[in-house]
């Protein structure tokens, strides 16, 4: 989990507090904070603290991080409401420009609060 920050990186500088954002989780491994343009009532983003360009990176590199993203985004869900019973959330990881990844910056979209359609545009 030694990845060094990129100076240029959006989410670098809102993990390491240089741009404000709404955190809504911090661990050791992971931070989480609302998404400025938000596509549901909840739309949480949560990262790695290191630098990844995207999941697929740090999969290989440092897979138990990998892990704690899920991990934060149940926990997240549940703090938000969205676990019960009839409800539920999406987890996306967009990962390429096909994918519609603009941050390359390593990021799981938490989204919920509203009934998803399939499949996604
Ligand atoms: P991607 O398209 O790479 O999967 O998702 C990037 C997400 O980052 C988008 O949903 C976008 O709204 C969000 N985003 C971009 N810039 C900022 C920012 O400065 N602050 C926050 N909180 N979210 C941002
Ligand atoms: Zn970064």
């Given at each position: 989990?030694?990845?060094p920050?990129?100076?240029?990186?959006?989410?670098?500088?809102?993990?390491?507090?240089d741009?404000?954002?709404?955190?809504?989780?911090?661990?050791?491994?992971?931070v989480a904070?609302?998404?400025?343009?938000?596509?549901?009532?909840t739309?949480?983003?949560?990262?790695?603290?290191?630098?990844y360009?995207?999941?697929?990176?740090?999969?290989?590199?440092?897979?138990?991080?990998?892990?704690?993203?899920?991990?934060?985004a149940?926990?997240?869900?549940?703090?938000?409401?969205?676990?019960?019973?009839?409800?539920?959330?999406?987890?996306?990881?967009?990962?390429?420009?096909?994918?519609?990844?603009?941050?390359?910056?390593?990021?799981?979209?938490?989204?919920?609060?509203?009934?998803?359609?399939?499949?996604?545009?």
């Amino acid at each position: 989990n030694s990845a060094p920050p990129d100076p240029d990186c959006l989410f670098c500088k809102i993990a390491a507090g240089d741009i404000d954002a709404t955190i809504v989780h911090e661990a050791e491994t992971t931070v989480a904070f609302r998404d400025l343009n938000p596509q549901a009532p909840t739309h949480v983003l949560v990262i790695p603290r290191s630098h990844y360009p995207n999941a697929a990176a740090l999969a290989e590199a440092d897979p138990a991080t990998a892990a704690h993203l899920f991990d934060a985004a149940r926990e997240i869900a549940a703090a938000e409401g969205l676990d019960g019973a009839d409800g539920g959330y999406r987890m996306v990881l967009n990962t390429g420009p096909a994918a519609h990844q603009t941050v390359f910056h390593a990021h799981l979209h938490l989204l919920g609060g509203r009934q998803m359609t399939w499949p996604p545009g």
